[in-house]
């Protein structure tokens, strides 16, 4: 089936150090893959996304390659702010078939925690 | 604001008890989807609609239902309710049913069960 597999956390890191999030996925055929950031007390919101092979999503500073070679979607943002701290997720999404109908499945890793410290 | 609205934003209820969460899809979205956060299993897709329509299931226990009425908002209800059934409950939404378009998520409601 479809998952998606993220580092571990929680990351802490100082005002402008250098993040990295990494994020693997498996999958048939091509999914699109996505960032999700989640800020404490709100729902998630979409970073970015890439629908295709060596697609570069980007946003905020934030940037992710789609690696088909590796399944992989990192994410990374050279100089990191107190106010990038909050959940991230990895996702990926994917046309599904069952029961004679279709329909698109949204599926997410199990979140990071980053803390940035000034 | 996302344009997702999501009552009430906080409830507290029995073990045992019935609630209904409620969601408004952003104007325009046509697909509307559950999700539940706990910290034990991270976030769980329940339940999908399509302009009214069940599109699929997820991790959706049977003591939990929901639908998608004319107007497009959703509706999910919990009966029976355990103290394992406290999470943050999202609702997200989408113009169509692709979802290589990305969600739109509300804020949530968070249930806590005493």
């Known amino acids: 089936g479809n998952s998606v597999t993220q580092m571990e956390g929680p990351v802490t890191l100082s005002e402008e150090a250098f993040l990295t999030i990494n994020c693997t996925y498996t999958?048939?055929?091509?999914?699109?893959l996505f960032w999700y950031v989640q800020y404490p007390g709100e729902g998630l919101q979409l970073l970015l996304k890439?629908?295709?092979?060596?697609d570069k999503g980007s946003n905020k500073g934030f940037e992710a390659t789609y690696r088909k070679e590796t399944t992989s979607f990192h994410l990374e943002k050279g100089s990191v702010q107190v106010s990038d701290s909050a959940v991230y997720f990895c996702?990926?999404?994917?046309?599904?078939?069952?029961?004679?109908?279709?329909?698109?499945?949204?599926?997410f890793g199990q979140g990071t925690i980053l803390t940035v410290h000034p | 604001d996302s344009g997702v609205t999501q009552t009430p934003k906080h409830l507290i209820t029995a073990t045992g008890q019935r609630v209904t969460l409620r969601c408004s899809p952003r104007?325009?979205?046509?697909?509307v989807y559950w999700y539940q956060q706990s910290l034990d299993q991270g976030l769980q897709f329940l339940i999908q609609?399509?302009?009214?329509?069940?599109?699929a299931k997820g991790n959706i226990l049977e003591r939990f239902s929901a639908q998608q009425f004319p107007d497009l908002h959703s509706e999910l209800n919990l009966s029976s309710l355990e103290l394992g059934d406290s999470a943050l409950y999202f609702c997200?939404?989408?113009?169509?049913?692709?979802?290589?378009?990305?969600?739109?998520f509300g804020s949530g409601t968070r249930l806590t069960v005493v």
């Open positions: 999958a048939t055929g091509y999914p699109s």
């Open positions: 609609y399509y302009n009214g329509e069940e599109r």
């Open positions: 996702a990926l999404s994917r046309w599904l078939y069952a029961g004679g109908t279709s329909y698109g499945k949204l599926t």
């Open positions: 104007s325009g979205d046509l697909s």
């Open positions: 890439a629908t295709k092979a060596d």
């Open positions: 997200a939404s989408s113009v169509g049913r692709d979802p290589s378009y990305g969600y739109t």
